[in-house]
C-alpha cells in the first residue's frame, strides 16, 4: 500500500491569503479544508507596509487548527505575490518593516530609474515590463536614497523565502520563480542582473543564489513544532510565485494554450522554452517569468479583473444589497447586455476614493456608450469587459507573438462563474475549460510531492491534477457580435490594436 502523505500548503495573494490541508493517497490528491485569512497593508503617517508578521501569525494559526484536526503533517510549502520582500541582517533578523509597491516612495520613481537605463534596455535585461509594483523601483529608491538600510542589510529575501526561513532557521538560496518577478533577474542566464545592478547602484551582495523549486529546505525549528504541534514537519522549496504555481496544476496544459489565472487581478500568458524579449512583445506588453523547470519560461500579461467587480458590490453591500457567488452568477445570466466595455486598466479605477460606481458611469460617459441601468446589466458589463480583454490579448498572442492558440484554460477564481468563461470563450473563438478555483494551492502542494520525490517531472503533476480535479469545458457560441464591438472598442481607444 503507497504512502498516505499530509500536505499543507500557504498562499498569499495581494488581498487575501489561504491555506489548505490535503492527502495524497498515491493515486489522487483530496482536499480537507481551506483557510481563509486577510492580508492588510499597514499606513504609519505617510508611509505604508506589508505585515509580515500578522501573515506569519496567520500561517501559524492555520497550521495549528490543521495539527488538531488531521494531525502533523508531512511538508508545508509558501507561494506569494510578486515584489514582496524584506531586508534581514547578518543575525536574520529584519532590518526595517517591508514597505509596500504602492508607499508613496516610489511615486516618481519609475521616471529615475529609466533617466538612467530605458525602459526597453530593462526589458531587454530582465524580460520585464516594469512598474511601480515591481521590486526594482523599491530597491532601486532605497539605493538612490542611500537608505541606511542597505547599509545594515546583509541579504534581501523575498516573501516566500522568508517563510521558510521563519519556519526553519535555513537560508541562503532565493526561489527562482518569485525572483524571476522582481525585474532584477537575468532570464538568459537565470542568474541576477549584475549588469542591471550595478548601472542603478544596487549591491549585488543582497541577493542569494537562486534555485528552482521542489526541494526539502529543511525540518521546521522546534520554536515552530511548539507553537503549532507540527512535529517532524518539513518546509518544501515550491514555485514561490503565485501564478507559477497555479500554472503547474492545469492538467494537459503546454504548448499552444493560453492560461487565464482569473482572481482580483488576471495573469495569463502561454508556455514557451525561451523568453520573449523581440520589440512585439516590448510593445504589447508582454512580460516574462520562469515557469518552475528548468528552461522553461510563462510569457504573459496581467491586468484588473475581479478588482471591479469586488469594488461594486462592496459599494452595493454598503448601501444593504449583498450578493452571493451564485446570484452574481445568475444576474451576469440574466440581465441584457448593454454592449459597453470597461477600459480594466483605466487609472481612476484604482486610485478612486469615492464611489467606484460614479467613476465606471463617467469613464462610460466620456467613450460614449450606454450606462447599465441596473445591478445585472453591471455585472454583464464587467464580465464582457473582462472577456474582451481577455480576447484582445489572445489576439496578441497569435498575432503579434505568432503563437497558434488551440485552446484557453481559466483557474483560480474566476472558474467559480461558468457564464464569464462561456464569454470568454464566445469572445475568443475558441474552446475554453475551468476549474479548479484553488489552482494556486493545488500547485503548490504539487510541488510539495516534486520535492518529495513522488512525482517526478511537470507532466506527472498535471496528471496529478487531471486524476483530483474535474474540468468543465466550453464551446464557442455565436452569442452576439463580438468582433464587431471589439473593432468599435478599438475605435474608441479601450485596446490596442
Not at 398 to 425: C, D, F, H, R, T
Not at 484 to 497: H, N, P, R, T, V
Amino acid at each position: 500500500m503507497s504512502k498516505r502523505y499530509h500536505v499543507v500548503g500557504v498562499d498569499c495573494g495581494a488581498s487575501g491569503g489561504k491555506m489548505v490541508s490535503a492527502y495524497f493517497d498515491g493515486e489522487r490528491l483530496t482536499e480537507n479544508e481551506y483557510i481563509p485569512f486577510p492580508n492588510r497593508s499597514v499606513r504609519v503617517l505617510d508611509s505604508l507596509y506589508h505585515d509580515f508578521f500578522s501573515l506569519y501569525n496567520h500561517s501559524l494559526d492555520g497550521l495549528a487548527r490543521i495539527v488538531s484536526q488531521y494531525g502533523a503533517p508531512d511538508t508545508i510549502g509558501f507561494d506569494t505575490h510578486g515584489s514582496a520582500h524584506a531586508y534581514i541582517d547578518g543575525y536574520g533578523r529584519i532590518v526595517f518593516p517591508p514597505y509596500h509597491p504602492n508607499d508613496n516612495s516610489t511615486l516618481h520613481t519609475l521616471e529615475e530609474l529609466f533617466a538612467k537605463i530605458p525602459e526597453q534596455e530593462t526589458f531587454r535585461l530582465t524580460g520585464c515590463l516594469c512598474n511601480r509594483g515591481y521590486m526594482l523601483p523599491q530597491v532601486f529608491s532605497r539605493a538612490a536614497a542611500h537608505d541606511p538600510c542597505m547599509d545594515y542589510a546583509d541579504k534581501l529575501i523575498m516573501f516566500p523565502d522568508l517563510f521558510g526561513y521563519f519556519y526553519t532557521g535555513v537560508k541562503g538560496t532565493a526561489e527562482a520563480t518569485i525572483a524571476g518577478t522582481t525585474g532584477l533577474f537575468d532570464y538568459r542566464q537565470e542568474r541576477w542582473s549584475t549588469e542591471l545592478c550595478e548601472a542603478l547602484g544596487i549591491p549585488t551582495r543582497l541577493f542569494m543564489p537562486p534555485k528552482a523549486p521542489g526541494w526539502v529546505l529543511g525540518s521546521v525549528h522546534p520554536a515552530v513544532e511548539d507553537q503549532t504541534g507540527a512535529v517532524g514537519m518539513k518546509v518544501v522549496s515550491v514555485a514561490g510565485h503565485d501564478s507559477a504555481s497555479a500554472v503547474a496544476a492545469i492538467p494537459d496544459f503546454g504548448k499552444n494554450k493560453l492560461y487565464v489565472c482569473l482572481g482580483t487581478n488576471a495573469n495569463m500568458g502561454v508556455e514557451t522554452d525561451r523568453p520573449d524579449i523581440s520589440d512585439a512583445a516590448y510593445r504589447y506588453g508582454f512580460k516574462n517569468s520562469l515557469q518552475g523547470e528548468p528552461g522553461a519560461f510563462l510569457v504573459y500579461q496581467d491586468f484588473p479583473a475581479f478588482l471591479l467587480v469586488n469594488a461594486v458590490k462592496k459599494e452595493w453591500a454598503q448601501q444593504g444589497n449583498t450578493y452571493s457567488y451564485d446570484q452574481v452568477e445568475q444576474m451576469a445570466e440574466e440581465a441584457r447586455s448593454v454592449h459597453s466595455y470597461v477600459n480594466l486598466k483605466d487609472p481612476r479605477f484604482l486610485k478612486a476614493h469615492g464611489s467606484i460606481i460614479e467613476a465606471l458611469t463617467e469613464h462610460l460617459a466620456e467613450t460614449g456608450q450606454t450606462v447599465p441601468a441596473t445591478h445585472g446589466e453591471w455585472i454583464r458589463c464587467l464580465f464582457e469587459s473582462i472577456a474582451m480583454w481577455i480576447k484582445q490579448k489572445a489576439l496578441h498572442v497569435m498575432e503579434k507573438l505568432n503563437i497558434p492558440l488551440e485552446e484557453i484554460v481559466v483557474v483560480n477564481g474566476g472558474a467559480w462563474y461558468p457564464q464569464l468563461v462561456q464569454m470568454i470563450s464566445d469572445a475568443s473563438h475558441l474552446p475554453t475549460r475551468s476549474g479548479m478555483p484553488y489552482a494556486t494551492l493545488i500547485g503548490n502542494l504539487l510541488w510539495q510531492l516534486r520535492g518529495l520525490n513522488v512525482v517526478s517531472s511537470m507532466e506527472e503533476m498535471r496528471d496529478l491534477a487531471a486524476r483530483s480535479f474535474r474540468m468543465n469545458s466550453f464551446e464557442p457560441r455565436k452569442s452576439y457580435d463580438w468582433d464587431g464591438d471589439y473593432s468599435k472598442g478599438i475605435q474608441m481607444g479601450l485596446y490596442a490594436e
